[in-house]
């Protein structure tokens, strides 16, 4: 059996997140979300934000959540602007567009947008009304090929978006690897404060579903539910959304498995330099992209699962490789050993 | 704390599906539905059924699956026939609708289509390309107000579809209540037979979310899992949906769990009617609605907790009780006692 | 060759409208209804109506008129309320549906919709996030079968449609017809004060083509010209529609062509009902819903062309009859003279 | 008054196409394109292409006919691959996504698109059911920026889409221009052979409004009136679209003006080469693209008007000069002197 870095999402969840899952089980809750685990689940995320002026939803997965927050968003001739990386734009099936709105795709080099990106989208639909009407900026943090937002780049995008009147989401499907990472400066605070509605993914970090969406802006708000419900998303047992949340935020455990996370991957992208070979995307979150000899590659697979990124050349090939809560450290360093005996 | 008989959803799993799922937990599988559990659990539903050409799903919700099956089997101009009393018709936020399909809603008063009612919806729309084209046929079993199809009923409009070019779509969100009636003269395979898409309803019968989409009809199957993916309900676990219906259907839990809901219901029921009462509908199902004297219903109040489904005059109200694989005999037991000594 | 009472647009244009196509044509012009006659029309229109502070757009034709101001009026989640026999629910293909919301249809015996009716429906719809939310409700005046409102119902639509934070939209497909009739006793800036967006039609009294969109309300203003362009209603030679415009309103042909359509339906309706037949509606704009014995109707087929509209029972048939601006007086005698020899 | 070179429906219709409107004016006809002219129209078509298997539809403008051949021929997860300077891409305010379909955009630099660019899209989207599936090939003729298809690119494109079971549609709001361009080796009968759909441009050529839908694969023929009614595109008043087709086709009134408005733009374009300034793009329609200096473009401007499409340098603008079948001669001529005096 092979062991994999292939996702973070190959095993169920983290123990302590079932063992609450089972000891609430039986206790009857009110459905759709009104629960106890979802109320307190909620209020203490506005707690660790330090604002109790949001709007907290818990969905099943991030493409669902994408595809509300876009469509609860815009009118139906506003676009949302997005790295040509960004999950919407390359992975979601035409989700956005299945809504009816037009994703303005930038291309992007290190998988974030910067203001002069925007800047660029804007001139080219200062056409009235025979273009679409930009109304809202799509950024992952961290992003799609593993890098991360400053506080410094955010907030230069923030502040662009609110002199533009255009709304600043921001995809957290793996957002505790980002605010986990050795060199984020940017703290939960901070995305509530500059972005206009973000979400928190817990299925990549530690829940069994799950992702958090969490609005900012009052305009917002508004009717949000309706849309949870009409998209499909709204959960009967919405409880076991909540109780998870509750789980991984009560004591940092959230945190925690994102930091393990990082760590093993620092520890395979440290060794894969330490070895001469390059990274493909300055990534300092749980998915690095390592160039490596095809040798190396056939070597790895051996007892390694991962996903052969794209091709360079005859000799090398980008590889993915994602670590996750679960990943264990005997493993990465089997994997190291592998690497190191045949350089 | 009152005991509530609000809905079947009060709960989370049965403890076997949660064990299923701690058990599984840390073993590393393939994404998106084509893990381990979902392919054993796909096969062990084919052979129930006895038809290996299937194509077999799973999503997490209810709305989640009418909203896909419909969006992916009709084109734009095509629409779907459904009861007044239908739950696309009158609980899901328009779902329908936002994926571009009209509902042509027929009022029945038993929660049932009959082809007399389709036939009625033909000749509204014998109008050429001035109206929608109905394509679909939607039904529920058990309906919305409990009652069931019987297989001379269910086979008359299976007949009457394939005549006339209509799909046959069977929601069975409470599909195992339906099934397990002490009135039920239909199989899983007269299913499979009859209709040309249905689903297997587990968030309401013993999972802890999770609804079976079950492809009988070549046409609808092609490119089914790309509208899973651009509806957002292509869980990354797609591991956590298949173990639960693994477990489900191994050994018959999910009908026996099922079963016991029917009986708490049918206890209830005769109890109510053995007072003297009478039920507003013939449900033979785990939602039953008695017409109880206001007064009584104050009473039960006190200790339990269900919906007033609707008022008939000043004296008498309609009420839902709906039952589950986790009802506790002794609380209907109590809610009994209310009755008979209030009488 | 028989002569047409199937509807009221068998023929072209008024003479004097194709006249004014002809006299502008090789007149450079500014595309997409900025052009010096679209202009003029528009400032026309809001003099008649006494109100500068208008939005006024042209578009080609009803439908096209009813999805551009419904998909642009509402979010995705919000409906619009409609007698059953509006056209936007019975004749329009689902276009309204194939934008995202649903119709919430209500019976109308006399295609009228009053405060009675909307407070209905809102009740259905008391159940949050679970439901659609109605947001705008939808009426015609002269209606599908022909009635017209009255000041006072206009105006209690109106208040509560204002209290209760709901647009209200009157489909003027026929305002003209209306507005001319003998029992109206609404005028054009009525209109304007009482509803939040509004059409009059020009297609079925005088145009080649083309509906005038009038927005009265400031929050449905906002980015309108994005939705006529996105739905392919913003014609590149916008000023064929304004011409045609400047030259009905500029003077009140657009009203001359109206009354002599109603005069023509009168002149038939009063020598029906003279020869003691029913009408199966109060219409007293330009389509009468005659009820007349088969053997007298297979008389008038022989030189008239008409809708069978329904049929009451073995010996007698509802027809439709549809006069316009063309209707030449003449083909009413004769229409009328069959009838009376058949007495 | 300035000589407007902006674009190509500045003026109304060809005075034989509303001598045809008036004359055909008082003729009772059946509506929503079921008239004489519009069947006859349509007979004549099909004889000029020599096929009589082809259906053949009239609307009124192009963003329409592209939105509603886009959105009839693909289901809810296809997608669209057009070049980044498409229509349908870049100037329809998202009026393809509104339908709920992602547009695959590839840059082109000269407004075609390749077997190559294609086979590119392809294997991005080689990704099963995690992004759109490409079903439909986009292309326009003559390009947005006037360069027009080979028969040898037209058929490597045809074979290409036949292999890989895409749609190939043809947008032709300039199809006129294109055929009768001195360098066109394409008939319209070539144009139905190798694609699935296409539509031949009046607005721009002629008529006072109207585009013709020719459907040669028969898949795409079924149900496609309800397509036109869905989009509000059926005009009640078809026959206005009828007319105006059959005069422009009868005795090839169509290739007069299309040839007519390509040879005012070639003699301005040899002009302007012979003058010793280059054009950006190989252009032999009537949209044509030179680059002159700022200073001539301030004096062409006091006499006339044009787009000045982009900017190269502080010296050098790239202008769009278009020409119509009602460009006059002896304006070209001064605006060639102009340009003569001035080097």
Redesign the interface.
């Known amino acids: 059996m092979k ?2 870095f ?2 973070d ?5 983290h ?1 302590k997140v ?1 063992d609450a ?2 000891s ?9 979300g009104d629960d106890d685990y979802s109320n307190t689940a909620k209020k203490l995320i506005k707690d660790k934000i330090g604002n109790q002026n949001l709007d907290v939803f818990f969905v ?9 927050i876009i ?2 968003a815009l ?3 506003e ?1 949302v602007i997005s790295a040509n990386t960004g999950h919407i734009t ?6 956005i ?7 303005n ?1 930038v291309i992007s080099s290190d998988g974030k947008l910067t203001k002069e990106d925007i800047v660029e989208v804007l001139k080219e639909h200062d ?7 930009p109304k809202m900026v799509y950024i992952s943090n961290a992003t799609e090929i593993g890098t991360i937002y400053t506080k410094s780049e955010l907030t230069n995008l923030s502040d662009f978006c609110k002199k533009n009147n255009l709304y600043l989401f921001l995809d957290g499907a793996r957002l505790g690897s980002a605010l986990t990472a050795s060199n984020n400066d940017i703290s939960l605070s901070d995305i509530a404060n500059l972005t206009d509605i973000f979400t928190i993914g817990g ?2 970090n530690g829940a ?2 799950g992702e958090v969406i969490i609005i900012t802006n009052d305009k917002l708000k508004e ?1 949000f ?13 919405g ?2 959304l909540g109780i998870q949340f509750l789980e991984l935020f009560k004591d940092d455990l959230f945190f925690d498995l994102a930091k393990h996370s990082n760590i093993m991957a620092s520890k395979l992208s440290e060794s894969i330099q330490a070895n001469g070979y390059k990274m493909s995307s300055a990534s300092t979150s749980n998915q690095i992209f390592p160039i490596l000899p095809n040798q190396l590659i056939t070597e790895l697979e051996k007892n390694f699962e991962f996903y052969r990124w794209s091709k360079i050349n005859d000799e090398f090939t980008i590889l993915r490789l994602v670590t996750s809560w ?1 990943t264990e450290e005997s493993k990465v360093d089997e994997f190291i050993d592998v690497i190191n005996i045949n350089n």
Chains 1, 2, 3, 4 share one sequence.
């Not at 390359?90 to 989700?95: F, Y």
């Open positions: 062991y994999s292939l996702n999402y190959s095993e169920g969840a123990p079932l899952l089972v609430s089980n039986m206790a009857q809750q009110t459905p759709y099943s997965g991030g493409t669902q959540a994408n595809l509300i469509s609860a009118k139906s001739h676009s390359l992975r979601e099936a035409g989700a567009e299945a809504t009816g709105h037009k994703i795709s056409f009235g009304a025979h273009v679409v009407k299925t990549k069994l579903i009717d539910p309706f849309h949870i419900k009409q998209r499909g998303a709204m959960l009967s047992k409880r076991i679960a």
